[in-house]
């Protein structure tokens, strides 16, 4: 597993393309961080790029093929992606935070009257603890998808579900229609649900029904994954 | 794909050296563990939507809610104001305001103590409109946007009003010039 999590890193990493636009991105996501904001969806950005195609483009180039080959088994390289995921994203919202911090370091000594006060390390802590645990369920729903679908499919299926519900509600509100209203709410509700993490790491309602949407989700997320990736034959030249 | 033995396949490259070369049982078995932990996560899940329903039903958080009916003949009982808290379930300010507003002890002492609180919960998204008193309410003080607070005398004369939420300071300073106005 840890060896699939490094492969995952390299792969990421090496890629100049993926490097760039983290980097762009961490540079963009640093100047809402320094004024007191928090990463302003970027964070979510951010992990579409690194999830996309996290396992149907090592199926599609034969890697996995290959990898399935040696005695290791299916979980081990299903969370070893995962755990790279994680590692890559974590990355990420260190590096926003070194940026901001080093941007609000650089905006004191260079302002004339008295240096505006900094951020605290416990605020920027927070907010990355917070953009951490919403990631790591969009990245177990990334890779839900990548199990069966083809190429960027993942990504796009999290788009597509994500405005499917957004419109079912918005629909059944223009049509006065509460039941398709509801529907839409319950499975935005239950499929990709929301914590406010920034209340819920400062201790309050850690036990509340978002905290509970979230964990069954992900786990379901999870074992549908598991169980879908364990069941597939991979052939050299399906893609 | 059960079992793979070591000397199956030998892949090339540097990117999968490392992986181990033997395996126990079958390659394709899901861990029993994430079936286990995914029962409990839906046990999880049930608890604390219980836990919610019993919270909201007896009132959320440390502020003691008045049912919004009987909030004006309380307020000429204690002379204090009503505070309306004109709320709705999809409006993620007023969650913000439960969660770190309502939730203070030091402004739920204020409120508790000055105030009638009672909150007004908007429906006319999930069920298409509104009970009678809940339109009646939002159309005399003008609700358009959530959440907003008002405080009015028993007589429902409008004495303080404050649109969305943005921080606890700002809503304490609320309270404290409402509870000034009111002569408390």
């Given at each position: 597993m840890r060896e699939m999590a490094r492969r995952f890193l390299r792969q990421k990493l090496g890629s100049a393309g993926t490097f760039i636009a983290l980097g762009l991105m961490a540079v963009i996501a640093a100047l809402p961080l320094n004024a007191g904001q928090a990463f302003s969806g970027l964070d979510t950005v951010a992990m579409l790029v690194l999830a996309a195609g996290c396992v149907s483009r090592d199926a599609a180039s034969g890697a996995l093929q290959m990898i399935l080959?040696?005695?290791?088994r299916r979980i081990q390289y299903l969370a070893g992606r995962y755990a790279g995921l994680l590692a890559c994203y974590l990355i990420f919202l260190g590096s926003s935070v070194v940026l901001a911090i080093t941007l609000g370091q650089i905006v004191a000594r260079l302002s004339p009257g008295p240096a505006p006060p900094m951020r605290p390390a416990a605020d920027f802590a927070r907010v990355c603890a917070a953009a951490f645990l919403q990631g790591a369920l969009l990245a177990a729903i990334v890779l839900f998808f990548s199990?069966?679908?083809?190429?960027w499919g993942d990504v796009l299926a999290v788009a597509v579900f994500g405005i499917l519900f957004g419109s079912l509600r918005t629909l059944g509100q223009a049509l006065r229609l509460p039941a398709v209203a509801r529907a839409g709410e319950l499975a935005r509700d239950n499929l990709s649900p929301s914590v406010p993490w920034d209340s819920v790491l400062q201790g309050?309602?850690?036990?509340?029904e978002p905290t509970g949407r979230y964990i069954l989700a992900l786990l379901l997320y999870w074992t549908l994954a598991a169980v879908i990736f364990s069941r597939r034959e991979f052939s050299y030249g399906q893609d | 794909m059960d079992r793979i033995e070591e000397s199956a396949v030998s892949p090339p490259g540097?990117?999968?050296?490392?992986?181990?070369t033997r395996v126990q049982g079958s390659q394709s078995r899901v861990p029993r563990l994430l079936f286990w932990l995914l029962a409990a996560a839906f046990l999880f899940r049930i608890e604390t939507a219980i836990l919610d329903r019993e919270g909201k039903d007896s009132g959320e958080g440390l502020v003691h809610w008045q049912p919004g009916t009987a909030a004006p003949s309380a307020a000429a009982r204690f002379h204090r104001p009503v505070l309306y808290d004109?709320?709705?379930?999809?409006?993620v300010p007023c969650h913000l305001l439960d969660s770190e507003g309502w939730a203070d002890a030091g402004i739920a002492a204020i409120v508790n103590g000055s105030f009638v609180p009672a909150r007004v919960v908007d429906r006319s998204r999930e069920d298409g409109s509104n009970p009678v008193w809940i339109a009646e309410l939002q159309r005399r003080y003008s609700v358009?946007?959530?959440?907003t607070l008002i405080v009015a005398d028993s007589s429902g004369r409008e004495i303080a009003r404050m649109e969305g939420y943005s921080s606890r300071e700002k809503l304490a300073r609320f309270l404290a010039e409402a509870k000034n106005k009111a002569g408390n």
């Open positions: 080959s040696r005695p290791i199990t069966f679908l083809r190429g309050q309602r850690v036990f509340g | 540097p990117s999968v050296a490392a992986i181990p004109f709320t709705a379930a999809w409006c358009s946007a959530f959440p």
